[in-house]
Each structure stands twice: as structure tokens, then as C-alpha cells.
């Protein structure tokens, strides 16, 4: 495993909140309807805030639905803090993913 890379950016106008780049695996999981795992994976996790995340993944997860990312790394703490997929864009290598956190604050710390 890599060694996590956390590095402070400015947040832009439409931004509520600064972001950071963040180069570590984190893991994901989707839940069908029916409540099913559909989708676990090792991803890496490109940047973070204290309330979103952004993710390179090789599948497309469709806006709206909602996914668990669990971490243990320096600079984040995961328990299954569940996200709200606010837009999922194809990339040449797969796709990138932005999420909006909807579990408690406690689920997610980003740590500096």
C-alpha cells in the first residue's frame, strides 16, 4: 500500500469548504434496491473535505445512489460513512466520482 499524500488546496467560490488532495486506497461499497452489495472495490480516493470526496473507480455509479467508503489511513478515518453520488464522469482510465456525505460527521474524519 502507498503511503497517503495529504496536500492542502484552496477552495474555489462554489465550494463550502476547503478540500485536499488525498492519494490512498479507500474501500467502497454499492447497495442494490433490494439491499445487496452490488459493487465493493479497493479505489483510490483523489481528494477529500470534511463533508465530500472524490473517487477514481472502474465502474460508473449513476447519480443519486448512495455508497459506504470505509478507510483506516493517515490523514482519514472511514466507518462506513455513507455518501450520496452527486456525479460519476468517464475518464480514460475509468471514471471519477463526486460524493456528498449524508451519514454523521462522525463516520468521516479527515484529519490535517
Known amino acids: 500500500m502507498s503511503s497517503s ?4 488546496v484552496s477552495a474555489k467560490e462554489r465550494r463550502s469548504e476547503p ?3 488525498y ?13 445487496i452489495a452490488c459493487y465493493l472495490e479497493n479505489v483510490e480516493c483523489v481528494e477529500v ?9 472502474s465502474v460508473r455509479i ?7 467508503i ?3 489511513q493517515p490523514g482519514l478515518r472511514a ?6 453520488v452527486v ?17 454523521s460527521s462522525e463516520d468521516w474524519q479527515v484529519l490535517s
Open 5 to 8: 499524500v495529504v496536500i492542502k
Open 19 to 21: 478540500r485536499m488532495i
Open 23 to 35: 492519494c490512498d486506497a479507500v474501500n467502497v461499497t454499492a447497495y442494490n434496491t433490494e439491499g
Open 49 to 57: 473535505s470534511d463533508h465530500g470526496v472524490r473517487l477514481s473507480l
Open 62 to 68: 449513476p447519480p443519486g445512489q448512495q455508497i459506504l
Open 70 to 72: 470505509s478507510a483506516s
Open 79 to 84: 466507518s462506513n460513512a455513507a455518501f450520496q
Open 87 to 103: 456525479w460519476c464522469k468517464p475518464t480514460k482510465d475509468g471514471y471519477l466520482l463526486g460524493g456528498k456525505l449524508i451519514s
